[in-house]
């Protein structure tokens, strides 16, 4: 696996590291428990790293250095995609032939990266997109850049480079195909999953006295990456409109928003903080660090509401991990997100970004007790659709037909030749 641009192994919430971190994980995880070794690559970002760490049994993270040892913005790794190129390949160089079956890579950096070393190995590249450059520019926040054309063009050539691309919704694979040109034959859709044992639903009551919440709060959760793409900002202005169409409500509304700044929103990194204080929610508003998994799914359990207000999602693990705690979501009507969340089931779905919506959906969800309870039920059954042992299963299928295809064309082709 290629991952190329954010290691498996950092804090997801900060920088770079987010769903897409919890997703290579989980799934190398899951298919090394079935019998299958996993070397994950990415690239060396301090000095003290190991060459090679264990990141689960196995499962290996390798640390390649390319550039200087330290994070690095997304837009300058393009030029070190042939140092990041030339460290993979040495790996395998010291291999014996055909060490490795199959190439997966994550992302496009990794993407251009992994077209290179799975034509030199002579194996099949699948790929994941995770997001589209095409997508992202049709539904930019405000404030926030365009993906540049060097990107839409890479992502193109690793569309037709890769002999399977791995879609995390049939949504997903329709764009793939409709704005890359993708094979539909070449598409598959899989899942994410979500990690059934972590995410669990558990006593709100103890879940606040943990993280010091009032019992008697109502608790509206943002958890994600701070940047325009995610739309925290949409939260605070909902939360404005709610306590002035209530003010009583804003004795007890608490808005925690927990994750790090990431993308165009380390520009700006005071801009949450001062749009509440220049909307009169300072005192609602509460900005928490990233956190482990572990205390996550106490927020999830904690909050009456999760809110996903993003301009663009090709799943939304949030959505579905909160979800798995008990808790219902209110996202946007965009993406993944009308495949992570149930609408009107386990959730409600928002179209557009106007705060005055989304206070109206909320608010008439705060406002009512009954709904909110048939909503809990209904995220922990919609959740539990969505095993990461189900998406391991069917990633594995996909592995071994597109290696035995790769595998019969060459044969094919050297009889040919």
């Given at each position: 696996?290629?991952?190329?641009?954010?290691?498996?192994?950092d804090?997801?919430?900060?920088g770079?590291?987010g769903?897409m971190?919890v997703?290579?994980?989980?799934l190398a995880?899951e298919?090394?428990?079935?019998?299958v070794e996993?070397e994950?690559?990415?690239?060396?970002?301090?000095?003290?790293?190991p060459?090679?760490a264990?990141?689960?049994?196995?499962v290996?993270?390798h640390?390649?250095?390319?550039?200087?040892y330290?994070?690095l913005p997304?837009?300058?790794?393009?030029?070190q995609?042939?140092a990041?190129t030339?460290?993979v390949?040495?790996?395998?160089a010291?291999?014996q032939?055909?060490?490795?079956d199959?190439?997966?890579?994550?992302y496009?950096?990794s993407g251009q990266?992994?077209r290179?070393?799975?034509?030199?190995?002579g194996v099949p590249?699948?790929?994941?997109?995770?997001t589209m450059a095409?997508?992202k520019?049709?539904?930019?926040?405000?404030?926030?850049?365009p993906?540049?054309?060097?990107?839409?063009?890479?992502?193109e050539?690793i569309?037709?480079a890769?002999?399977r691309?791995i879609?995390?919704?049939d949504d997903?694979?329709?764009?793939?195909?409709?704005?890359?040109?993708a094979?539909?034959?070449r598409?598959?859709t899989v899942?994410p999953?979500v990690d059934?044992t972590?995410f669990?639903?558990?006593?709100?009551?103890a879940?606040r006295?943990?993280?010091?919440l009032?019992p008697?709060?109502?608790?509206?959760?943002?958890?994600?990456?701070?940047q325009?793409?995610?739309?925290?900002?949409?939260l605070?202005?909902?939360?404005a409109?709610?306590?002035a169409?209530e003010p009583?409500?804003?004795?007890r509304?608490?808005v925690?928003?927990?994750?790090?700044l990431?993308?165009?929103g380390?520009e700006h990194?005071?801009?949450?903080i001062?749009?509440?204080?220049?909307?009169?929610?300072?005192?609602?508003?509460?900005?928490?660090?990233?956190?482990?998994q572990?205390?996550l799914?106490?927020?999830?359990?904690a909050?009456d509401l999760?809110?996903v207000p993003?301009?663009?999602?090709?799943?939304?693990?949030?959505?579905l991990?909160?979800q798995?705690?008990?808790?219902?979501?209110?996202?946007?009507?965009i993406?993944?997100?009308?495949?992570?969340?149930?609408?009107?089931?386990?959730?409600?779905?928002?179209?557009?970004?106007?705060p005055?919506?989304?206070?109206h959906?909320?608010?008439?969800?705060?406002?009512?007790q009954?709904r909110?309870?048939?909503?809990?039920?209904?995220a922990?059954?919609?959740?539990?659709?969505?095993?990461w042992?189900?998406?391991?299963?069917?990633?594995?299928?996909?592995?071994?037909?597109?290696?035995d295809?790769h595998?019969?064309?060459?044969?094919?082709?050297?009889?040919?030749?």
């Open positions: 696996m290629l991952s190329v641009h954010t290691s498996p192994l804090q997801p919430g900060s770079d590291a769903g971190n997703y290579i994980v989980q995880r298919i090394a428990a079935a019998g996993v994950i690559f990415t690239r060396a970002t301090s000095s003290e790293l060459p090679v264990p990141a689960a049994p196995g290996t993270v640390h390649v250095p390319a550039g200087p330290e994070p997304k837009s300058h790794l393009p030029a995609m042939c990041l030339t460290g390949l040495r790996a395998e010291a291999r032939p055909g060490w490795y199959v190439v997966h890579s994550h496009w950096l990266v992994g290179v070393v799975a034509d030199r190995w590249l699948v790929h994941s997109m995770h095409k997508i520019n049709r539904a930019l926040a405000a404030g926030d850049r993906e540049p054309p060097p990107r839409e063009r890479g992502e050539q569309v037709r890769a002999h691309l879609a995390n919704t997903e694979a329709v764009q793939l195909v409709r704005l890359y040109g094979t539909p034959e598409v598959e899942w999953g059934l972590l669990t639903p558990g006593l709100r009551a879940a006295r943990r993280l010091g009032d008697a709060a109502a608790v509206l959760l943002f958890a994600g990456r701070i325009p793409l995610k739309a925290p900002d949409i605070v202005r909902t939360a409109r709610l306590v169409a009583t409500l804003r004795r509304l608490v925690p928003i927990v994750g790090g990431s993308g165009t380390t990194p005071d801009s949450v001062r749009l509440a204080e220049s909307l009169d929610v300072a005192d609602i508003v509460r900005l928490h660090p990233p956190v482990p572990a205390t799914a106490d927020w999830y359990r909050s999760t809110v993003s301009y663009n999602e090709s799943f939304g693990l949030v959505a991990e909160s798995a705690c008990g808790t219902p979501v209110v996202a946007s009507a993406g993944g997100l009308r495949t992570a969340v149930h609408d009107g089931h386990s959730g409600v779905l928002v179209t557009g970004h106007d005055a919506r989304w206070a959906a909320i608010g008439a969800l705060l406002d009512d009954p909110l309870d048939q909503l809990r039920t209904g922990l059954r919609h959740a539990a659709q969505f095993g042992a189900a998406t391991a299963a069917r990633t594995l299928e996909i592995y071994t037909d597109t290696r295809r595998r019969a064309e060459l044969l094919e082709a050297v009889r040919c030749s």
